[in-house]
């Protein structure tokens, strides 16, 4: 299972659509997203203060689009082990297909932060 932290509308515009797409497919040529581990601190870094964010659990075994795992171009990365497992993140390099989204989860930032939504797949 991977993640990706998408706004509301986002989604929404998804379901019209057929397929969900991010801005970053257009300016980097794919679709960030995270390992279990890695959603909260992507959600601290780049989504503090967003308000009806989602959590997108994918089944990247459902994927149309190719999957590579690729080290990060955020600075937090530069102290990781770009060869370790932990430091790559996957990269969906196309559309995402919407049945390749198992679940969609409410995904908010309380006084203390981001946490894991309960019962996360």
Known sequence: MIYHISSRAAWQAAQGRGWYSAPSLASEGFIHCSRREQVLAV??????????????????????????WEAPAHPRAEGADATTVEAL????YG??????????????ESEDGFRLPPGLP
């Open 43 to 68: 959600a601290e870094d780049f989504y503090r203060g967003a308000a009806d964010l989602l959590l997108l659990c994918i089944d990247e075994d459902r994927l149309s689009a190719e999957l590579r």
């Open 89 to 92: 993140f996957p990269h969906v």
């Open 95 to 108: 559309k995402l297909n919407l049945d390749a989204v198992l679940e969609v989860i409410e995904f908010t």
